[in-house]
């Protein structure tokens, strides 16, 4: 724990932060100058990427559901509603397409991912929100997925398509523990410096876990729950 940062706060930095990090500037590797797409921009790992980015002098284009588009702004992010036209409303504002396009939804929208890309363009999958509640064996909308990411990358397309997974690697423990504290270490320096904020949502004693629960799945809260001693 660096001197001068909130341990809650901290605490909402760690899987998010080095996730966001990772996402932006390990697999994506975007330049600074350049144009992103981050879906669900107000979420746990969505705010920290927005605010990562543009700490790195990047643009971004954030989606969110209308009830959180001032919390999107104020990131620093030009906001999109998810639930309209979002292909037609990115391409207004990036007419060329974007550098990287960030997506934890999957489900057929991950195709509108792919096609907003700019030639050299990447994009990261993270997770298969929009399958989340389908029946049946949980782990067949993420081999499609990761096929459809084959694919597209075996194409000659001139655009990269990942599958980003915070927990690949960790077989080689040494390496995988400097990496997970190197980039925490940036995240964290980001922070001290005021550069990043960590979203805490609410404060609640570990007493009461169930209703902090309750309200983490509510969706009515734009940031982490955090548990206190
Ligand atoms: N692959 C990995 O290693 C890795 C690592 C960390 C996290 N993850 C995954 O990343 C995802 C996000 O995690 P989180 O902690 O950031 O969750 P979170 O705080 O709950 O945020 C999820 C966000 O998604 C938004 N959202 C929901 N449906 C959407 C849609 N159709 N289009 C655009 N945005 C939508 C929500 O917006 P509203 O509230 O406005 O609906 C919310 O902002 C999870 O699925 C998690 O499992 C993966």
Redesign the pocket.
């Known amino acids: 724990m660096p001197d001068g940062l909130d341990p809650a706060e901290a605490e909402t930095l760690v899987?998010?932060g080095i996730?966001a990090w990772q996402l932006l500037h390990r697999t994506a590797r975007t330049p600074r100058g350049a144009t992103i797409l981050v879906?669900?921009?107000?979420?746990?790992?969505?705010?920290v990427l927005v605010q990562l980015a543009r700490a790195a002098g990047i643009t971004v284009i954030g989606?969110?559901?209308a009830?959180?588009a001032d919390a999107v702004r104020a990131l620093g992010a030009q906001w999109v509603d998810?639930?309209g036209d979002?292909p037609a409303l990115v391409r207004e504002l990036a007419p060329g397409g974007v550098a990287a396009v960030f997506d934890?939804?999957g489900g057929p929208?991950i195709v509108d991912s792919f096609r907003l890309l700019a030639p050299g363009g990447a994009l990261v999958a993270?997770?298969?929100?929009?399958t989340?509640d389908t029946e049946g064996d949980s782990r067949l909308p993420v081999l499609k997925l990761l096929a459809r990411l084959a694919l597209w990358n075996a194409l000659p397309n001139r655009r990269r398509a990942h599958?980003?997974?915070?927990?690949?690697g960790k077989r080689n423990a040494a390496a995988f523990r400097t990496r997970i504290a190197d980039d925490l270490g940036r995240v964290f320096a980001l922070a001290v410096a005021g550069e990043v904020r960590g979203q805490v949502a609410a404060r609640l004693p570990l007493a009461e876990a169930a209703a902090a629960l309750r309200l983490?799945?509510s969706?009515?809260v734009?940031?982490?729950v955090v548990l206190e001693p």
């Not at 879906?39 to 705010?47: C, K, L, P």
């Not at 993270?126 to 929009?130: E, I, L, N, S, V």
């Not at 599958?163 to 690949?168: C, I, P, S, T």
């Open positions: 899987v998010n996730t879906h669900g921009a107000n979420g746990g790992v969505g705010s989606t969110a559901s009830r959180n998810y639930t979002v934890h939804i929208g993270y997770g298969t929100a929009a989340k599958f980003y997974n915070l927990w690949a983490a799945e969706r009515t734009v940031g982490k």
